[in-house]
């Protein structure tokens, strides 16, 4: 029996901004594995993928590639240094291609989550325009992709909405605000894990059970 594939892509900011939180980020993200790890034991009817995209000014990373749940590397010191500005926009744009241009293959239903984790604002892309970004979400939201956008030091609610994103989630940039934002969305991702194996709406906000969500 074929299991139902759910692929994981997180779009994470690596400018120097991210310094004062790093470790608070290479933890949370970290936590954020382990939840996915998880997946594959309470929801044994999945398969479970991840990419994930770190950006800067000095370049665009591609970490993780389509890698299998269960042999994900954490996020370390060495594979994480917060520098230069922010290309938001190609970071967003190279990671959803990434998985448009190999999805068509594949049989089956499958899902695609995508979480944005930025501290500031697009100021660095040459690739993409924020128009072809939100374009790309428009399309990819109606067939049945899941957008996140969580933020902090900027108007995220704004930022996101101007990407078609409606499930949104802010902090302050500190380690303790870190730690519950990271607590929120394991929660969240859960949730919406559970919600596939259900088979319900997977269109009503993704962090509407967390009471300081913001939709």
Do not use: C
Request: proline content about 3%.
């Amino acid at each position: 029996m074929n299991k139902h594939q759910v692929y994981n892509l997180i779009v994470l900011d690596e400018s120097g901004s991210m310094q004062s939180i790093k470790n608070a980020t290479i933890s949370g993200f970290n936590e954020v594995v382990q939840t996915i790890k998880g997946a594959g034991q309470n929801f044994p009817e999945q398969e479970h993928f991840v990419s994930l995209i770190t950006f800067n000014g000095l370049g665009i990373k591609t970490l993780l590639d389509k890698q299998p749940v269960t042999s994900l590397n954490e996020l370390n010191a060495n594979s994480y240094k917060p520098d230069a500005s922010t290309p938001l926009y190609d970071a967003i744009g190279k990671g959803i291609n990434g998985l448009i241009n190999y999805l068509p293959a594949q049989n089956g239903q499958y899902n695609v989550l995508v979480t944005i984790l930025t501290d500031g604002e697009e100021n660095a892309s040459r690739e993409f325009s924020g128009a072809q970004i939100k374009q790309l979400i428009d399309q990819l939201k109606e067939q049945g992709w899941t957008f996140t956008y969580i933020g902090a030091n900027h108007d995220v609610e704004k930022a996101a909405a101007s990407l078609s994103i409606d499930n949104t989630l802010a902090f302050l940039a500190n380690p303790f605000e870190m730690q519950m934002m990271f607590s929120k969305e394991k929660k969240a991702r859960a949730l919406y894990y559970q919600k596939i194996r259900d088979k319900e709406d997977l269109k009503k906000g993704y962090f509407d059970d967390e009471e300081d969500a913001k939709n």
